[in-house]
């Protein structure tokens, strides 16, 4: 690869960069409204699920990432097992130091077999 090729990589790769973080801050556009209304009223289980499957996507942008955890907040003692799934999957993509040395650190070792065979 020369240093025109390289550059052009460069060029190619920022222009994506800039591409994903267009559809991040679109993204938070979109859900902020979305979340302000489930936080504001008594949703039904299907739709917190639902509405946290989507945001998931966009977790990256830390302003989603409030937004995604003020409806877990919200939610946490009405459908703990909705919320505590989506938390978990958070720690184990974003943040999986925290979960070594606790009780869920094997979920740590379950991509792992998912992997073994490519």
């Known amino acids: 690869m020369d240093m025109r090729d390289s550059g052009e990589l460069e060029d190619k790769i ?8 267009g ?52 939610y946490l003692y009405t459908y ?3 919320v505590g799934f989506y938390i978990m999957e958070y720690r184990k993509e974003y943040n999986r130091e925290s979960l070594k040395g606790t009780k869920y650190e094997y979920l740590l070792e379950e991509d792992k077999e998912l992997y073994e065979d490519l």
Do not use: G
Request: hydrophobic letters at 40%.
């Open 80 to 82: 703990p097992e909705v």
């Open 23 to 74: 559809i991040q801050e679109r993204a938070v556009i979109e859900y902020t409204p979305l979340v302000h209304d489930i936080c504001n009223r008594k949703a039904t289980e299907d739709e917190v699920e639902h509405l946290l499957t989507w945001m998931f996507d966009f977790v990256e942008n830390e302003q989603m990432l409030l937004l995604f955890k003020k409806v877990c907040r919200t």
């Open 14 to 21: 920022s222009k994506l960069a800039k591409t994903l973080t």
